[in-house]
């Protein structure tokens, strides 16, 4: 079986950034819904679009195709007032949006007396990408996944 819309692909993967520093070592095969279901980069979709079973792809991916590019826009300086006490750098939490867009999550990046600075961007957002992979397995999607427009099963999503 090829992948085409509607399949369920698995892959055995690899990132790094152009340097050859790794980003995402794949522990874990990412298993998606094939066809549109923005379950992987469109790029990397399109390039695996007809593919069979072990053969592998490598994908060099600028930012505005991977997370985006880096916008100063979304860093934004806070009063410590405005938190919970305990926050650390690195915590996340989801802010609703405040012009009727998706939410956003932001991440914690310094605190400084009663400042907190929160940071919008993907952590690799201004980041190229390399990404190799080897197609480890296709198979048809079921009527729920196709429904639901995400993998279910062990190597899927659950609910």
Sequence with gaps: MQVAKDTVV????????????????GERPLVYLHGGYDG???RI??????????????????PEDAFGEYDADLVRVEALSM???GIQVGMQFERAAEDGDDDM??????IEGDKVVVDGNHPLAGTALVF?????????????????GHVHGPEGHHH
Excluded: M, W
């Design 40 to 42: 992987i980069f469109s």
């Design 83 to 85: 938190f919970p006490e």
């Design 132 to 148: 190799n992979c080897t197609v480890a397995d296709v198979r048809a999607a079921t009527a729920e996944e196709l429904t639901h």
């Design 10 to 25: 698995t892959l055995s993967y690899r990132v790094t950034d152009p340097d050859g520093n790794l980003i995402d070592g």
């Design 45 to 62: 979709e399109e390039l695996l679009q007809g593919k069979a079973v072990g053969e592998q792809l490598e994908v060099k991916l600028l």
């Design 105 to 110: 999550v932001y991440t914690i990046t310094d």
